[in-house]
């Protein structure tokens, strides 16, 4: 950890678990003098992107969302005294569970391709939050959905061309010029709340 750093990014991986998808976008966010804190939900090594059934089933049998959002909080509480702000960063699982855990003492979250979160709609973040969907997705009408969250305040909600999982320079659906777009994206959001009051200053 960065002991100049008052900024924490607790950053949530897909089904698959903490893999390269996760370092490298852990690995920019540390350039940008963030310290970042990677909980590994599944506490075990991660699966390969062929096991995508084996990690799904896995994911759903033996973790769950709910318990992994306590799980999340669980990880988050020991860093509260140390950092001025605290974010959230999920990639689709973990988009659905930064969503759950929205309402936490967190100062922003921003969530990619959580499909999941369309059997959450009831929740209303606490915090400034950013939604990225891939326009592409096969089991749910993507329009329908960013219509309902565009109803939550301090949420905002953006669709991308591309299918599922197209920040992740590592799958067969990385789209370059996309996830660029985005990762800019997510660091405008970031360093936009960079000079507002943390929860210390509550």
Known sequence: ???????????????????????????????EGYDVLTPNMLNREPFAYAEDQEAFMYFRNTIGMEDAA????????PYRS?????????????????????G????????????????????????????????????????ALQHILNTHPKTQVHVVEGEHGFMNPFHANYREEEAKRCTEMMLRFLRS??????????
């Open 1 to 31: 950890m960065n002991p100049s750093s008052d900024t924490l990014i607790v950053l949530l991986h897909e089904i698959y678990g903490l893999n390269d998808h996760i370092n490298y976008y852990k690995g920019i966010l540390l350039s």
């Open 70 to 77: 306590l799980q999340i909080e669980s990880s988050i509480e």
């Open 82 to 102: 140390r950092y001025h702000r605290i974010f959230m960063i999920g990639f689709s699982v973990g988009a659905t569970i930064a969503w759950l855990s929205s």
């Open 104 to 143: 936490l003492r967190v100062d922003g979250m921003i969530g990619f391709y959580g499909s999941r979160i369309r059997d959450y709609t009831n929740i209303t973040p606490s915090c400034d939050t950013l939604l990225v969907f891939a326009s592409h997705e096969t089991s749910f009408d993507v329009t």
């Open 193 to 202: 709340h960079q000079d507002e009051s943390g929860y210390m200053d509550e």
